[in-house]
Nanobody
Framework: QVQLVESGGGLVQAGGSLRLSCTASGRSARTFSRWAMGWFRQAPGKEREFVAASSQSGGSTYIGDSMKGRFTISRDNAEPTVYLQMNSLKPEDSGVYYC???????????????WGKGTLVTVSS
Protein backbone atom coordinates (compact mmCIF):
# COMPACT_ATOMS: atom_id res chain seq x y z
CA GLN A 1 0.00 0.00 0.00
CA VAL A 2 1.28 3.44 -0.94
CA GLN A 3 0.03 6.53 0.85
CA LEU A 4 0.45 9.87 -0.86
CA VAL A 5 -0.44 13.33 0.41
CA GLU A 6 -0.44 16.39 -1.84
CA SER A 7 -0.01 19.96 -0.69
CA GLY A 8 0.72 23.39 -2.10
CA GLY A 9 -2.43 24.14 -4.02
CA GLY A 10 -4.24 27.43 -3.73
CA LEU A 11 -5.44 30.54 -5.52
CA VAL A 12 -3.00 32.37 -7.75
CA GLN A 13 -3.30 35.04 -10.43
CA ALA A 14 -2.56 34.27 -14.04
CA GLY A 15 1.17 34.47 -14.67
CA GLY A 16 1.98 33.40 -11.14
CA SER A 17 3.66 30.28 -9.78
CA LEU A 18 2.91 27.46 -7.40
CA ARG A 19 4.90 24.48 -6.22
CA LEU A 20 3.01 21.34 -5.39
CA SER A 21 4.43 18.64 -3.16
CA CYS A 22 3.49 15.00 -2.80
CA THR A 23 4.90 13.12 0.14
CA ALA A 24 4.80 9.40 0.72
CA SER A 25 4.07 8.24 4.24
CA GLY A 26 4.08 5.09 6.27
CA ARG A 27 5.51 1.94 4.75
CA SER A 28 5.39 3.53 1.32
CA ALA A 29 8.07 5.99 2.37
CA ARG A 30 10.63 3.20 2.51
CA THR A 31 9.85 1.96 -1.00
CA PHE A 32 9.37 5.37 -2.64
CA SER A 33 12.47 5.06 -4.80
CA ARG A 34 11.05 1.94 -6.47
CA TRP A 35 8.03 3.77 -7.84
CA ALA A 36 7.59 6.01 -10.84
CA MET A 37 5.65 9.15 -9.96
CA GLY A 38 3.17 11.21 -11.89
CA TRP A 39 0.99 14.27 -11.63
CA PHE A 40 -2.44 14.42 -13.21
CA ARG A 41 -5.12 17.06 -13.07
CA GLN A 42 -8.85 17.20 -13.48
CA ALA A 43 -10.97 20.24 -14.18
CA PRO A 44 -14.73 20.23 -13.53
CA GLY A 45 -16.55 18.33 -16.24
CA LYS A 46 -13.34 17.13 -17.86
CA GLU A 47 -11.39 13.93 -17.86
CA ARG A 48 -8.31 13.50 -15.76
CA GLU A 49 -5.26 14.41 -17.82
CA PHE A 50 -1.55 13.78 -17.67
CA VAL A 51 0.60 16.62 -16.37
CA ALA A 52 4.05 15.26 -15.58
CA ALA A 53 5.94 12.09 -14.71
CA SER A 54 9.26 11.06 -13.24
CA SER A 55 11.15 7.81 -13.39
CA GLN A 56 12.16 6.09 -10.17
CA SER A 57 15.52 7.86 -10.01
CA GLY A 58 14.27 11.15 -11.38
CA GLY A 59 16.65 10.85 -14.29
CA SER A 60 13.85 10.77 -16.83
CA THR A 61 11.02 13.26 -16.70
CA TYR A 62 8.07 13.98 -18.95
CA ILE A 63 5.79 16.98 -19.18
CA GLY A 64 2.41 17.23 -20.86
CA ASP A 65 2.37 19.14 -24.14
CA SER A 66 0.38 22.12 -22.89
CA MET A 67 2.63 22.47 -19.85
CA LYS A 68 6.04 22.20 -21.53
CA GLY A 69 8.29 25.12 -20.76
CA ARG A 70 6.18 26.08 -17.75
CA PHE A 71 6.03 23.04 -15.47
CA THR A 72 8.87 21.00 -13.99
CA ILE A 73 8.73 17.75 -12.05
CA SER A 74 11.41 16.70 -9.60
CA ARG A 75 11.75 14.26 -6.74
CA ASP A 76 13.80 13.72 -3.64
CA ASN A 77 13.77 10.05 -2.72
CA ALA A 78 15.30 10.75 0.66
CA GLU A 79 12.44 12.98 1.83
CA PRO A 80 10.49 11.19 0.09
CA THR A 81 8.65 13.75 -1.98
CA VAL A 82 7.89 14.60 -5.59
CA TYR A 83 7.42 18.20 -6.61
CA LEU A 84 5.61 19.98 -9.40
CA GLN A 85 6.85 23.49 -10.06
CA MET A 86 4.28 25.43 -12.05
CA ASN A 87 5.20 28.77 -13.59
CA SER A 88 3.35 31.16 -15.90
CA LEU A 89 0.07 29.72 -14.78
CA LYS A 90 -3.03 30.18 -16.90
CA PRO A 91 -6.71 29.99 -15.95
CA GLU A 92 -6.96 26.75 -17.93
CA ASP A 93 -4.45 25.20 -15.54
CA SER A 94 -7.09 25.28 -12.81
CA GLY A 95 -8.27 21.97 -11.41
CA VAL A 96 -7.56 19.34 -8.82
CA TYR A 97 -4.01 18.09 -9.09
CA TYR A 98 -3.37 14.49 -8.13
CA CYS A 99 -0.16 12.73 -7.34
CA UNK A 100 0.02 9.10 -8.41
CA UNK A 101 2.48 6.28 -8.41
CA UNK A 102 3.02 3.15 -10.39
CA UNK A 103 5.64 0.58 -11.28
CA UNK A 104 6.35 2.43 -14.48
CA UNK A 105 5.64 5.77 -16.09
CA UNK A 106 2.19 6.08 -17.60
CA UNK A 107 0.52 8.89 -19.48
CA UNK A 108 -2.83 7.28 -18.73
CA UNK A 109 -4.52 7.56 -15.34
CA UNK A 110 -5.46 3.89 -15.45
CA UNK A 111 -1.79 3.06 -15.69
CA UNK A 112 -1.13 4.33 -12.18
CA UNK A 113 -1.74 2.22 -9.11
CA UNK A 114 -2.04 4.52 -6.13
CA TRP A 115 -3.39 8.04 -5.84
CA GLY A 116 -3.41 10.90 -3.41
CA LYS A 117 -6.62 12.78 -2.65
CA GLY A 118 -5.59 15.83 -4.66
CA THR A 119 -4.96 19.50 -4.08
CA LEU A 120 -6.99 22.28 -5.68
CA VAL A 121 -5.31 24.86 -7.91
CA THR A 122 -7.28 27.89 -8.99
CA VAL A 123 -5.79 30.39 -11.42
CA SER A 124 -7.68 33.66 -11.70
CA SER A 125 -7.60 35.79 -14.83
Amino acid sequence: QVQLVESGGGLVQAGGSLRLSCTASGRSARTFSRWAMGWFRQAPGKEREFVAASSQSGGSTYIGDSMKGRFTISRDNAEPTVYLQMNSLKPEDSGVYYCATGRGISWRPDGMEYWGKGTLVTVSS
